[in-house]
């Protein structure tokens, strides 16, 4: 088992394709698939500070219009890795298979298409990537060997059998872009973009009639399974966590969010969200996230001792470990 975490310092001062073989009646990849050498993006200031053990990478506003990627440990390191101009919302990060790079994919809005950033966690410093097929780039990551993947789905080429574009992978080497044969996006890293093999999803309906849901009813007497909602629960190493749903299939619970103390129905300690919050949860061995859109909190699930805040945190998740995997390069 792993380490428990240490004091949460930290985190209270912080403000927290399947293939893609081109047929011959296919148009060809646009005749500007190289990029330009990348131009150096603002980094991080400060020299880079190395955190080892259980973190969280989480997203800061930094008004007015830039926003900061961040790591933060639970010994009482913080990592500011990369401001980039644009709303956090629209961000999208992975990392790479070693965990020493990460990339920043910025969504399109109004105008202004998507834009990329590679960052060097060692150094401290990232660079804008130009990126293959501009306005059409749905996603980021890197292969095994720690070169940008990029794929797009430009309007135009074929489409499923649902009418989608068919998505096109490209490599970025050198000077340029190339298109790939084939991806497993199961070597493409982690990413933001993509489920999270640590979410716990809470997709138990608690049953009409149960003690859990007599309970629930004692707790929180304004909150009552029918037409506009309903209580679902998450199995954890510590019993059950119950959340609201609002509308059945609604992939986020919101709150209230409760588990047992004794024979006793309560809010986690120290919570503290809106009362209309909605939130994701991870689960890391016995340490469980609440990361909803302005924060985060940490709890020991076993002992529902609370570990954590962050407040203004955005996107917040757990640091994804490194992988280690046999794949090889990308064809």
């Not at 403000?15 to 990029?35: I, K, N, S």
């Not at 050498?37 to 506003?61: D, F, K, Q």
């Not at 070693?98 to 060692?122: I, N, Q």
């Not at 909602?229 to 609002?246: I, K, Q």
Request: hydrophobic content about 40%; proline content about 11%.
């Amino acid at each position: 088992m792993a380490r428990r975490p240490g004091p949460p310092s930290l985190l209270c001062a912080a403000l927290l394709l399947g293939a893609c073989r081109p047929r011959p009646a296919e148009p060809p990849p646009p005749a500007a698939v190289a990029a330009p050498a990348p131009t150096p993006a603002p980094a991080a200031s400060g020299a880079p500070v190395r955190i080892t053990g259980l973190s969280l990478s989480l997203l800061e506003p930094v008004p007015p219009e830039h926003c900061r990627w961040v790591r933060l440990g639970l010994e009482g390191a913080r990592a500011e890795l990369f401001t980039f101009e644009g709303a956090c919302e629209r961000a999208q990060l992975s990392w790479s298979h070693d965990g020493g790079k990460g990339a920043v994919l910025l969504a399109s809005h109004v105008e202004a298409p998507e834009r990329a950033w590679v960052v060097d966690f060692a150094s401290g410093q990232g660079v804008e990537l130009a990126l293959p097929w501009l306005g059409h780039t749905t996603d980021l990551g890197f292969d095994p060997e720690g070169h940008p993947v990029a794929l797009v789905s430009p309007e135009g080429l074929p489409t499923t059998a649902e009418g989608r574009p068919v998505a096109r992978a490209f490599l970025h080497e050198g000077d340029g872009w190339r298109l790939l044969e084939t991806l497993e996006l199961a070597s493409f890293g982690p990413s933001t973009s993509r489920d999270d093999p640590e979410a716990l999803r809470a997709t138990v309906t608690v049953e009409r009639g149960s003690d859990d849901l007599a309970a629930l009813g004692n707790a929180f007497p304004h909150k009552r399974s029918g037409g506009d909602g309903e209580w679902v629960l998450a199995r954890t190493p510590g019993g059950p966590l119950f959340s609201w749903r609002a509308r059945a299939g609604q992939p986020d619970s919101c709150m209230p969010l409760s588990w047992y103390e004794g024979s006793r129905i309560t809010e986690p300690e120290r919570l503290a969200l809106p009362a209309e919050a909605c939130f994701q949860l991870y689960l890391r061995e016995d340490v469980l996230l609440v990361s909803s859109e302005e924060a985060a909190r940490l709890y020991d699930v076993k002992r529902h001792k609370w570990l954590a805040s962050a407040d203004k945190a955005l996107a917040a998740r757990f640091w994804p470990p490194v992988l280690v995997t046999a794949a090889s390069p990308l064809p």
